[in-house]
């Protein structure tokens, strides 16, 4: 992708297709670490992104965690949807402007129609954010 934003890797794929990800993105789905067992995901900061302490705003990160977490959920299962019923997020760190943000997400339990994760938020190898959500399964196979 001749338009890919310093910072990510040359697997990085576009995933930001429809709605309100298509305002606050783009993000990107990133290669799979851990034997397949972290599914990874990306963005850059940009200027839209941030609030005016000077920092990224808490709500792009939660939209980032929401995004990916849901991704995962419906990879995992097989779904063809699926909708947040929980998502709690501990801010431990600031991202700055044009830090590329990865959230790393994993599977820690999965029931018949629901799903738990749980995901952390880098800037490089700084520690910003780490979340745990539980995800609805709709249309699983």
């Known amino acids: 992708m001749a338009d890919r934003p310093q910072g990510l890797p040359e697997e990085a794929q576009e995933i930001s297709s429809v709605g309100f990800n298509n305002y606050i993105g783009p993000f ?5 670490t851990d034997g397949g067992a972290v599914r990874r995901f ?3 900061v940009a200027e839209k992104h941030m609030n005016s302490a000077g920092s990224i705003h808490g709500g792009m ?4 965690v929401d995004m990916a977490m849901g991704q995962t959920s419906r990879a995992e299962t097989g779904a063809t949807g699926g909708s ?6 501990d801010f431990v760190g ?4 044009h830090d590329v943000i ?3 997400v994993r599977v820690t339990r999965r029931a018949r129609t629901m799903i738990f994760l749980s995901a952390e938020l880098f800037a490089g190898d700084r520690l910003i954010l780490v979340a745990t959500g539980l995800w609805k399964v ?3 196979p």
């Open 28 to 32: 990107y789905r990133l290669p799979d």
């Open 61 to 64: 990160l939660m939209a980032l």
């Open 84 to 89: 947040t019923v929980s998502l709690n997020s």
């Open 138 to 140: 709709i249309g699983a």
């Open 94 to 97: 600031p991202g700055r402007l």
């Open 42 to 44: 990306a963005f850059v």
């Open 102 to 104: 990865e959230a790393r």
